[in-house]
């Protein structure tokens, strides 16, 4: 599913609409577009002749500004996907089809010049919103603060919900969380108040890390850990069979001889 990764890369190919101004709205699928309470012509409406001005990314949602102060935030889910003027950012997602079909759009923009942008779904738990309320996220995972990082991790919750609640801190996906925390050493299911000053330093480290590493990679599913994530599966650093279970409703990959 995308994660911050993702969205990175598709909020960098949706800065191509910068400057454009929305000439068409196809919705295809009316679940998928959130008008509030404008309804859907008038959302519409008030967005044709608007111009883009910024394309930006908060957490696992990527956000475009237009110059009469409203907002599109886009939402992938576990399948979305965009493609901007025919040309897709990532190919395909890890656990969605590997082949585009215009049949799994949601949602088209359509920009002055001709240019299109393409929303795709097939599993359709993506959005698109008019002026969302992003107020119930918590910081961005990479521009945290250590303060941020410290209000979020309290409480008895394992340590890996509390890094897959985007109102702690925005961002993580399954893949991710499980990547950063087996190059943590650290177990899925510790509760998050227990990591001490030193494991807490290197949590913070390894996951700003890992985020750069599997950036520069292409996608939160190029983790080391990655091709073991099945059941018989091996801990890609010592060998140790893999245990399986689910963590914070997500099913979840670790090491038991080395997570603690």
Known sequence: ???????????????????????????????????????????????????????????????????????????????GRVIVDGDAPIDA??????????????????????????FNDPRRFGSVSLDADLHALGPDIVSATVAQWRAALVGRRPVKAVLLDQARLA??????????????????????????????VELRRTARATIRLLSRRGGSHRGDLQEQRHVGGRCPADGTGLRREVVAGRTTYWCPTHQH
């Open 1 to 79: 599913m995308p994660e911050l990764i993702e969205a990175e890369i598709y909020r960098g190919a949706l800065a191509a609409t910068i400057g454009r101004r929305i000439a068409g709205v196809e919705i295809l699928t009316p679940s998928f577009f959130h008008s509030g309470d404008l309804g859907d012509d008038t959302a519409v409406s008030t967005l044709i002749g608007s111009r883009i001005e910024a394309v930006e990314r908060h957490g696992k949602v990527v956000i475009m500004r237009t110059d009469t102060g409203h907002d599109l935030s886009v939402r992938f889910g576990m399948t």
């Open 93 to 118: 997602l890890e656990y969605g089809p590997r082949r585009d079909d215009e049949a799994w759009d949601r949602l088209r923009l359509h920009l002055d010049d001709g240019f299109a942008v393409r």
């Open 171 to 200: 961002g993580l996906g399954n893949l991710l969380c499980d990547e950063i925390l087996w190059r943590s050493a650290l177990a899925p299911t510790r509760p998050a108040d227990s990591l001490d000053r030193e494991a807490f």
